[in-house]
């Protein structure tokens, strides 16, 4: 049996894996090395992509900015979230806030240090992020448009850290990142929605706040459609391989979002939406690989070999 005091610690362990949401991290990472073996580097070796130590770097480094962004946001929305989640809140509140920025310094000073093993860009680079992190939570998430617009950045730039690294200024690779920042750009905006409640108590002046709900809702659906410019680009003028059945099944997943939209007024509706979304992003990431599935092959035979 655990006595009183381990048990307190386990439940503050899992309260700060709450805090930085500790399940996104991994997705992320994964997308990175996905982004890099198959869009941002396709001329190199996948096994030595994946033994870079630079890149190992850039990928905890992004990995810990991110934990420590999710840290200051959770900081200033402890009062927002008592209302739009109640019961993560509580299990966040486990760990004090003093505590919280504790962390959030001790990670920004790791990923400081750590940034020179690649080079001074690489330390100015996430100095930027880690500062506009912090901007984006403290100033900018409040405002309308310019808060969404800022969060859908802030989440793709971990891919230019890579992309900046490799120095692959390949078109299709804007193609992706801009795909990909409607997506998220879409799910801030659905996020806006959900949160209404604990935003207007909290003083928040999102889109719906501002402009109502029917206001919110159009723009969200002329971005879904504004998908259709991307996907046509990496459907029809690059090779994407395979990965062209999951653009497709996106569209059709975009068109019932829109008619679910339309008919949704309440919390739980727009949740669910919140969570169509978040599919359509995580099983992008897996989707990569359908861009050279052979890479799985040749890798397996590597593998039988040693």
Not at 92 to 111: C, M, P
Request: aromatic residues 16%; charged residues 15%; hydrophobic residues 55%.
């Amino acid at each position: 049996m655990l006595n009183r005091q381990t048990k307190l610690t386990l439940l503050k362990i899992i309260s700060m894996f709450s805090v930085v949401r500790g399940y996104n991290i991994p997705i992320i990472a994964l997308a990175q090395y996905l982004s890099a073996i198959f869009i941002l580097a396709p001329e190199k070796r996948a096994l030595s992509v994946i033994l870079d130590f630079n890149l190992f770097i850039i990928v905890l480094a992004s990995s810990l900015t991110i934990a420590s962004g999710y840290i200051i946001n959770n900081f200033y929305d402890s009062k927002k979230d008592l209302i739009n989640r109640p019961n993560k809140s509580k299990l966040d509140r486990l760990v004090s806030q003093k505590t919280k920025l504790q962390v959030y310094f001790t990670l920004n000073f790791i990923v400081f240090f750590i940034a020179f093993f690649v080079s001074w860009r690489a330390v100015l680079f996430f100095s930027v992020y880690i500062f506009l992190i912090w901007f984006y939570s403290h100033k900018i998430k409040k405002q309308p448009f310019i808060g969404n617009l800022m969060a859908s950045f802030l989440a793709v730039l971990p891919f230019f850290a890579i992309l900046l690294y490799y120095k692959n200024f390949y078109e299709v690779i804007f193609g992706h990142a801009t795909f990909l920042f409607i997506i998220i750009l879409i799910r801030e905006m659905i996020k806006d929605l959900e949160n209404l409640k604990g935003d207007l108590a909290n003083g928040y002046s999102t889109i719906p706040i501002v402009y109502g709900e029917s206001v919110s809702k159009k723009i969200i659906i002329i971005l879904a459609i504004s998908t259709l410019i991307p996907v046509y680009f990496l459907v029809n003028l690059y090779d994407v391989g395979y990965m062209d059945i999951y653009f497709y099944v996106c569209l059709i997943l975009l068109i019932l979002f829109g008619v679910k939209l339309s008919k949704s007024n309440t919390k739980e509706e727009y949740n669910q939406l919140h969570n169509l979304l978040k599919i359509i992003i995580v099983a992008g990431v897996f989707c990569i690989i359908l861009i050279d599935p052979s890479v799985l092959w040749n890798g397996e035979k590597l593998l039988y070999r040693l």
